[in-house]
């Protein structure tokens, strides 16, 4: 059981938007400005999305976007391409001074 | 760009002790703190402890004192040990990078997997 609930999967049409949430609680996500999102392909290292709620890392889409609303974090993406095509993660730093995650999502794009 | 690689055993025995290392290179040992994660076959992901370039450790409560982070600047490497290892422990074990004053994990290892089995 995962500290972070997300959706296990999600699917969107090429061009459409997707959202992918991410459920904590007042010790974790809804804390600090501290939620990161990263995008793992089969058989390979996640890769930074969105750092700080908000943030994009040098090299990252613009179609891609975060953000965060009380305990829960969401990552949009617009402008869905079959390179999307992968699992999501969220991570939250927690007063406790560790980090949490959700179980991934599994985005399809139809 | 950060570049990280992991290395070591890829079969442990249970209750044994799980050794990786991970080394750095294009990038000065002093600039991050230095983290284990890991991720279960098919699971999601987990964060295991991260150390400084001086030393200073943070572990992940659950694991029960059984992970020991270390580092030798000298090599730009930083190591983890996992003690008195089971089944639920076999994992792919990535090294990454913690920024100071940050809470993301930036720079990745391809990782490693580990598992244990007698």
């Known amino acids: 059981q995962s500290a972070l609930t997300q959706p296990a999967s999600v699917s969107g049409s090429p061009g459409h938007s997707i959202t992918i949430s991410c459920s904590g609680t007042?010790?974790?996500?809804?804390?600090?400005?501290?939620v990161s999102w990263y995008q793992q392909h089969p058989g390979k290292a996640p890769r930074l999305m969105i750092y700080d709620v908000t943030k994009r890392p040098s090299g990252v889409s613009n179609r891609f976007s975060g953000s965060k609303s009380g305990n829960t974090a969401s990552l949009t993406i617009s402008g869905l391409q079959a390179e999307d095509e992968a699992d999501y993660h969220c991570i939250s730093y927690t007063t406790s001074s560790t980090w949490v995650f959700g179980g991934g999502t599994k985005l399809t794009v139809l | 760009q950060v570049q990280l690689q992991e290395s070591g055993p890829g079969l442990v025995k249970p209750s044994e002790t799980l050794s990786l290392t991970c080394t750095v290179s294009?990038?000065?040992?002093?600039?991050?703190?230095w983290s284990w994660l890991r991720q279960p076959p098919g699971k999601g992901l987990d964060w295991i402890g991260y150390i400084s370039h001086t030393g200073n450790t943070n572990y992940n409560p659950s694991l029960k004192s059984r992970a020991t982070v270390s580092i030798d600047p000298s090599k730009n490497q930083f190591s983890l040990k996992l003690t008195s290892v089971t089944a639920a422990d076999t994992a792919v074990y990535y090294c990454a990078t913690l920024k100071y004053g940050g809470a993301d994990f930036e720079y990745w290892g391809q990782g490693t997997l580990a598992t244990v089995s007698s």
């Open positions: 294009s990038g000065s040992i002093k600039s991050y703190y």
């Open positions: 007042s010790s974790d996500v809804g804390a600090y400005n501290y």
